[in-house]
């Protein structure tokens, strides 16, 4: 069992940036782990993924401006969000697996709460 607690969401003007936060409860380097969003009244996409081993993927709407990393010391999963848009606004949640690789949320055994993230124009 993984408990993971985002933080670090907030409002910021477009063009703004933010850093999400995923602290985990156990080892990260145990655990392939995402960023996925959700906003009001659409379905939940995935953002970005490091494997366990440290390789990347990112959805084509972030590419260029989101990165993600991840720090095996601190337990911890990072996203860096730079030239924030209106349409970056939604719920971000981080989430965790053992044999996870990409974007698709079934493959994710444990999930966040959530942190907010509200840009405007």
């Known amino acids: 069992q993984v408990q993971l607690v985002e933080s670090g969401g907030g409002s910021v003007q477009a063009g703004g940036s933010l850093r999400l936060s995923c602290a985990a409860s156990r080892s990260t380097s145990s655990y392939s782990m995402a960023w996925f969003r959700q906003a009001p009244g659409k379905e939940r996409e995935g953002v970005a993924y490091i494997h366990k081993y440290g390789s990347t993927t990112y959805a084509d709407f972030v590419k260029g401006r989101f990165i993600i990393s991840k720090d095996n010391t601190k337990n911890t999963l990072y996203l860096q969000m730079n030239s924030l848009e209106p349409e970056d606004t939604a719920m971000y949640h981080c989430?965790?697996?053992?044999?996870?690789?990409?974007?698709?949320?079934?493959?994710?055994?444990?999930w966040g709460q959530g942190t907010q993230v509200t840009v405007s124009s």
């Open positions: 989430a965790a697996g053992p044999f996870a690789h990409g974007l698709s949320s079934s493959q994710y055994n444990y």
